[in-house]
C-alpha cells in the first residue's frame, strides 16, 4: 500500500519556476514507478512525465519535454516535479501517482494510487 501526498502548488507568474513535491508512505515505496498527471475541468487527465523506480529512466510528455524534470529521492520518498518556463496553459491540478512496475504507464487506468492533486496557476 503506498499513499500519496502532492505540495508545491501555487499561483506563478508566465516564465517562471515552480517544483511541485510528492511525498509517499509505504516500504516498498523504492519498486513503484512515479507518474505526473494534471487535469484541466471537464478534460480527461493528461499524462505530463514519469520516472521508473531507481529514478534511471524518465518520460515527459511533448508539451513539457525539455521544460520539466521530474527527480525522486527514495530514501525520502520523495518525486520532485521541477517546471520550468511555465506557460499560462501549463495551469491545472497536478497529481502524482504510483504503479508497482519497472515500466512508466502513459495511461490513468495503468497507476493504482492517487494523491489529492495540488493546484498550479500561471498568470500571463
Known amino acids: 500500500q503506498v499513499q500519496l501526498n502532492e505540495s508545491g502548488g501555487g499561483l506563478v507568474q508566465a516564465g517562471g519556476s515552480l517544483r511541485l513535491s510528492c511525498a509517499a508512505s509505504?516500504?516498498?515505496?523504492?519498486?513503484?514507478?512515479v507518474g505526473w498527471f494534471r487535469q484541466l475541468p471537464g478534460k480527461e487527465r493528461e499524462f505530463v512525465g514519469g520516472?521508473?523506480?531507481?529514478?534511471?529512466?524518465?518520460m515527459y510528455a511533448d508539451s513539457v519535454k525539455g521544460r520539466f524534470t521530474i527527480s525522486r529521492d527514495n530514501v525520502k520518498k520523495t518525486v520532485d516535479l521541477l517546471m520550468n518556463s511555465l506557460k499560462p496553459e501549463d495551469a491545472a491540478v497536478y497529481y502524482c501517482?504510483?504503479?508497482?512496475?519497472?515500466?512508466?504507464?502513459?495511461?490513468?487506468?495503468?497507476?493504482?494510487?492517487w494523491g489529492q492533486g495540488t493546484q498550479v496557476t500561471v498568470s500571463s
Open positions: 501517482a504510483a504503479r508497482y512496475s519497472v515500466t512508466i504507464p502513459l495511461t490513468t487506468e495503468s497507476y493504482s494510487y
Open positions: 520516472i521508473n523506480w531507481n529514478g534511471g529512466r524518465t
Open positions: 509505504g516500504r516498498t515505496f523504492s519498486s513503484y514507478t
